[in-house]
């Protein structure tokens, strides 16, 4: 076992490459774009008393109306950020779009997609505040136009033990950071999601939760060039049930760590709280590094099933990216303290 060599995953061969036509389409997506009016208007035309409001989307027709639907697909594709050989294939979008973690709209992974509708993604803002020499309200039309659109294929491991390959579009979240020019004193960046129960089920239902879900980074974390700003998926904007308009993805650290549909960005000197360290202390620390040799208190994070695949595999220490990483923590995924269990 310890002689076998694991490339990075950057380092591919050829035929590695997943071909942008299987995942990507243009017609396709105006098709999908499109769709819950062709649906609406065929319901209309189908029997009395089924009107539009009745008609049920599909799990890949919840792309908000996107005025920067333009930029899509991107030109740019970072060749590092393939998935290789340890990482497999591009998982279907179907399965990307029907398997999610969004408590806003319930616990039922593939009850999501289905209750995103009455989300209103677009328009949106993103308040900039703390301790930042520019802060204020960005219209995130402003920050997509302003930083070259880029497409990252990152593995994204949930701490439930499932993993996904996702072909992600977005910019480095340092863009962001520099843009808006932390001050000396700013050690950590905060991130709060959006709120509003009258549009997602989960969040006016699951009162106990300490809404609106939140999570945080160090600015060094922050900064990493891994770190990236989502704005669209399989060279199309967001799905609602993905986080449109605008979420994070941070492919070292276990899925929560990655806030979706986020409204608030702000920079502290002291650590902030997180979702699931308030929530579960015992479960769930700050750093949250993919780490297969610390148990989570009641299962084991040595392995991971790819979704829709049956296949289980081993997970990997900073889920495979410890190359850009592992310098942040000295070399330790899991930092001592993060979690009361680890040792
Ligand atoms: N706002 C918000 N963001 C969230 C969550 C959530 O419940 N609410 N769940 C997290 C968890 S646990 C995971 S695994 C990922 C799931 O992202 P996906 O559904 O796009 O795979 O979103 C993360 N971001
Ligand atoms: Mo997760």
Known sequence: ???????????????????????????????????GAVLAAASIACGPGRGAAEVQRGPLDNIPDTPTADLYPVAMSDPRFTPGERHGEVSPEEIVATYNNFYEFGTDKDGVWRNVAPFEARPWEIEVSGLVDNPGVYDLVELERAFPLEERIYRHRCVERWSVVVPWIGFPLAR?????????????VAFV??????QAIGRKSMTWWPWPYHEALRMDEAMNELAFVVTGMYGHPLQKQNGAPVRIHLPWKYGYKSPKSIVRIDFTAEQPPTFWNTSTPAEYGFYSNVDPGVPHPRWSQAQ????????RIPTLPFNGYGEWV???????VTPVGDVPHAR
Not at 176 to 182: G, S
Not at 326 to 332: A, I, K, T
């Open 1 to 35: 076992m310890a002689n076998i060599h694991i490339p990075p995953g950057w380092r591919l061969r050829e035929r590695d490459v997943t071909p942008e036509s299987i995942y990507l389409d243009r017609r396709q997506f105006v098709a999908r774009m499109g769709g």
């Open 304 to 311: 991971e099933e790819i979704v829709g695949t049956g296949t």
């Open 176 to 188: 962001l950071v520099e843009r808006v020019q932390p001050r000396s004193d700013a050690r950590y």
């Open 326 to 332: 592992s310098d942040l923590y000295g070399g330790r």
């Open 193 to 198: 999601t959006f709120d509003r129960p009258e």
